[in-house]
């Protein structure tokens, strides 16, 4: 069943999961990238978490996205991977033993890029924007130049290390789209996950049930996805684990984030598929714009844990604005 789901950083507040539930939500995603250091990813942490969530009347469905420093010499082929894979699949292990069975995560090496915080919306609110033509002749992220064959290496050799960390856990991993998923290489590094053949890839490279995708509807509108084929080809195979409910406009080299209701696909016609493939998991608010009035998302104790991430990324009116459409969508109103 489509459930709506409401997605908040760690370390989560008391504010913040009484707001979630006035939403009337039942279930919550972790954003993990303000996690920082490994202990705090015990498996007494994780259950302590979880129990504290559902004090409020919440499930964690899933943690999403690790802190890239837990796996970066992973993904460059690095000395040192071997030490990252085997901590990663630790804390696969200790999610699923404290019963928290879906682990999001991207592969994007350069991290995410957009060339704008403030492109203005309807009535003066603010949307993020990218624009490759701003990025071009960038300088190198990394030591050298990266092929996309070698990248596609190295990220097999982690594949089969972790996804059986993953079954024996019972937890499964789900992979979001390079954001932007632009073919062409960025700081050096290819971006993989920038099409649905690279995703056929990845998903076929080491098969298992235990290993799905994150349909991230910004990125996968913003690669010219149409999405009843996407998520019918995907759906039937019982590989998309959740859904980021976000829009765009355009399409990569130049996309712009805008409210819901202007998306460049038809979200009604999107639930609608998901339905009809039996799709059983939740829906967030990703990437919402600024509105008039609106709080931070990340909290003080967020911005604390996480100094690199210092652009605004919309607040509580975006995201509940959000949710009731998402709900309104879902025929869940009642």
Not at 105 to 123: C, H, Q
Not at 164 to 175: K, Q, Y
Request: hydrophobic residues 35%; negative net charge.
């Amino acid at each position: 069943m489509l459930r709506t789901c409401l997605a908040t950083f760690y370390p989560v507040t008391d504010e913040r999961l009484r707001f979630i539930k006035q939403l009337g939500i039942d279930e919550i995603i972790v954003w993990a990238t303000t996690y920082q250091n490994i202990n705090e990813l015990s498996y007494e942490n994780i259950l302590t978490l979880r129990k504290r969530v559902e004090d409020f009347g919440l499930n964690i469905f899933a943690f999403e996205t690790l802190p890239s420093k837990f796996y970066d010499k992973v993904m460059l082929g690095k000395k040192g991977r071997d030490e990252q894979i085997k901590t990663y699949c630790e804390i696969i292990g200790n999610l699923g033993h404290a019963g928290i069975n879906h682990l999001g995560y991207n592969w994007m090496p350069t991290g995410v890029w957009r060339t704008s915080y403030s492109n203005p919306l309807r009535g003066g609110a603010k949307g993020i924007l990218f624009d490759q033509n701003s990025i071009l002749n960038q300088p190198l992220s990394f030591d050298r130049e990266y092929s996309e064959k070698e990248c596609w290496e190295y990220y097999q050799y982690w594949l089969e290390r972790v996804i059986p960390a993953a079954e024996e856990a019972n937890v499964i991993i789900s992979v979001h789209p390079n954001d932007p998923p632009l073919a062409e290489k960025i700081g050096g590094v290819p971006q993989l996950f920038c099409s649905r053949e690279n995703f056929d890839i990845a998903l076929n490279m080491c098969p298992s049930k235990n290993h799905k995708l994150t349909l991230c509807l910004g990125g996968w509108s913003a690669m010219g996805t149409n999405f009843v084929e996407t998520v019918k080809y995907f759906g039937t195979k019982d590989k998309i684990d959740y859904v980021h409910f976000q829009s765009s406009n355009g399409v990569v080299p130049y996309f712009a984030e805008n409210f819901i209701d202007q998306a460049d696909y038809n979200p009604f016609e999107v639930v609608k598929t998901l339905k009809s493939v039996n799709f059983d998991g939740v829906m967030i608010p990703g990437h919402v714009p600024q509105m008039e009035g609106d709080d931070e998302w990340r909290d003080e104790n967020t911005l604390k844990a996480n100094k690199d991430y210092t652009h605004p990324m919309g607040g509580h009116r975006a995201r509940a604005y959000t949710i009731g459409f998402e709900r309104f969508n879902n025929g869940s109103l009642s």
